[in-house]
């Protein structure tokens, strides 16, 4: 992510498989979706499993999660 971000490319990840989500990988997404804004970039996860969903809003982060 960090090499599309540094070419100014936006962020669209897949989370359909996503199965389980831990606290580490939520710090990774953050950290890039907020390198990703602060360059006038898109971040966003399509399609995102239910754990995913369920985790992203648990902890106030659902906002990246793209509409259905």
């Known amino acids: 992510m960090s ?3 540094a070419a100014g490319e936006p962020i669209a990840l ?3 498989a996503v ?3 831990g606290q ?3 710090q990774v ?3 890039a979706c907020r390198t990703a804004e602060a360059r006038g970039l898109t971040f ?3 399609g ?3 754990a995913l ?3 992203c809003t648990l902890v106030g982060f659902d906002r990246l999660l793209a509409a259905a």
Request: hydrophobic content about 45%; some cysteine; proline content about 4%.
């Open 3 to 5: 090499a599309r971000i």
């Open 14 to 16: 897949d989370g359909s």
């Open 19 to 21: 199965e389980m989500l």
């Open 24 to 26: 580490a990988c939520l």
């Open 29 to 31: 997404l953050a950290s």
């Open 44 to 46: 966003v996860v399509r």
């Open 48 to 50: 995102p499993s239910h």
């Open 53 to 55: 969903s369920e985790m």
